[in-house]
């Protein structure tokens, strides 16, 4: 199984947060479409956090995510906006690391088409 880390809250309004969870649905799509078994915590968890009123921050989520990058073989990182600032992408590969898991860097030229599709 991949895990998809990808930015999420850092410096974001719930529009941003909204636009990020967007691309990683896509890049998701995209990746399964080809036959990977990709896991993202972004697409499995927006949605959650918005309709059970869930915080959005690595303290909260990082103990699933753990246990999602321990079933992993590889880790996608999607180089958007700020993830290089990200608090939870960075503990994200720290972790995966620490643990053995490669990690596979993606650049990201087509973020923002997404986000002037939403716009």
């Not at 699933?64 to 992993?72: E, G, P, Q, T, Y």
Request: charged share 25%.
């Amino acid at each position: 199984m991949l895990y998809l880390a990808q930015p999420y809250s850092i410096n974001a309004s719930a529009q941003r947060m909204h636009e990020r969870y967007l691309y990683g649905l896509k890049k998701t799509a995209e990746y399964t479409k080809l036959g990977l078994a990709i896991f993202s915590p972004i697409v499995s968890s927006h949605l959650m956090t918005l309709e059970h009123d869930m915080p959005c921050t690595w303290d909260f989520w990082q103990t699933v995510d753990k246990k999602f990058l321990d079933a992993s073989s590889e880790v996608y990182c999607l180089m958007m906006q700020d993830w290089d600032k990200s608090v939870g992408v960075h503990a994200e590969l720290c972790y995966a690391r620490s643990i053995g898991i490669p990690i596979k860097y993606i650049e990201c030229p087509d973020e923002f088409e997404v986000i002037e599709k939403v716009a």
